[in-house]
């Protein structure tokens, strides 16, 4: 198989995978936006995908590298839906609010502030709080309670819409262990954003996504396994 030939396989093979969680579950497959992460992809793999029209959603680590690929006008011809999913930093605020679409990783209250100062008027951007599943201090997010709080506080801003959560999951994680971490969040999401309104639950990456979707998830994140 040619690069081409790969990566329109990797499509088909976790658009597969997803469908079958999502029938294991008894959710129906339009729930489920894949997220595409782009932080280690080549450019021309990217590329590839956004001109077939197979992905949509892209999530980025970092701002500044995010800032120089996706303002490239070959990049930025694509419509897409941007997403930090990286840790945020204050200095990069400003920036990430200019950006981004979509911040997935929230996780101070004075930081998603600066954020909301800096989106222009009449635009929105999606907030997600980050919910630490791990006793790992490296892992950015907050414990459950914690980001139930700091979302509580987020309903306030204007500008930046708090609108769900999103999770990382520890690696190796047996089958089971990740159920019953994924379940405590689903469990809060369904508690805090109704499905009246517009809400996103982002759990599972490239490892982990079909239990994710299985117990609910309606935005994984999948880098490795997209553009192996
Ligand atoms: C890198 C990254 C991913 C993608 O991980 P893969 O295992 O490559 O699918 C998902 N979520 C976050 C927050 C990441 O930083």
Known sequence: ????????KNVQDIQAAL?????????????????????????????FLLKQGLIKHIGESRVQQALLRWTQPDFS????????????????AAKAAQFFDFIDSLDDFSTACLVDKHIAPGRQVRGLVQV??????????????????LTKRLRSLERLKVCGYMAIAPQGADTQTLKGLF?????????????KE???????????????????????????????
């Open 1 to 8: 198989m040619n690069r081409e030939e790969t990566l329109l």
């Open 19 to 47: 469908c079958a969680s999502c029938q294991k579950a008894g959710r129906r497959p339009e729930e489920v936006t894949l997220l595409a992460v782009t932080k280690y992809a080549q450019d021309t793999d990217v590329l």
């Open 77 to 92: 011809a694509f419509p897409t839906v941007k997403h930090l999913i990286g840790h945020l930093q204050h200095n990069k």
């Open 132 to 149: 630490k599943l791990t006793d790992r201090d490296t892992q950015s997010g907050l414990p459950l309670d914690q980001a139930r709080e």
């Open 183 to 195: 379940g405590t969040v689903k469990k809060a999401f369904d508690e805090d954003f109704s499905p």
């Open 198 to 228: 517009e809400r996103y639950l982002s759990l599972g990456m490239s490892e982990d996504f079909t239990v994710a979707v299985e117990a609910g998830s309606t935005l994984p994140r999948i880098g490795s396994k997209l553009f192996a």
